[in-house]
């Protein structure tokens, strides 16, 4: 089991940028794939972004596909998710996750964190 922190919400204005990291630990990090994932109120849960074990694939949402990046640190055991040119639909709580591969359903991954909340004003 992994335990996941999540970290670097908070409020932006529109077309400003923020940077989201989650800390794994509890098992060995590099054997997962990484997932962020965020959830709007009234809205289900979705898929933002995820990466390899490895850090070779990586894989987006359409929503943010050209402004957002993850990037994982093996070292740290930590997961990035560098947010840019947001936007006000982005307001949401982020929640990193960990699972066996690179997917962009909520069902294949194991171990989420508490979430960290992104407001991004107009």
């Known amino acids: 089991q992994v335990t996941l922190v999540e970290s670097g919400g908070g409020l932006v204005q529109a077309g400003g940028s923020l940077r989201l990291a989650c800390i794994a630990s509890?098992?060995?990090?590099?054997?997962?794939?990484m997932g962020w994932f965020r959830q709007a109120p009234g809205s289900q849960r979705e898929f933002v972004a995820a990466i390899s074990w490895g850090g070779d694939s990586t894989a987006y949402g359409d929503s943010v596909k050209g402004r957002f990046t993850i990037s994982r640190n093996s070292a740290e055991n930590t997961v990035y998710l560098q947010m840019n040119s947001l936007k006000p639909e982005d307001t949401a709580v982020y929640y990193c996750a960990s699972g066996p591969a690179v997917r962009d359903g909520l069902e294949y991954y194991d171990d989420w964190g508490q979430g960290t909340q992104v407001t991004v004003s107009s």
């Open positions: 509890g098992s060995t990090f590099n054997a997962y794939a």
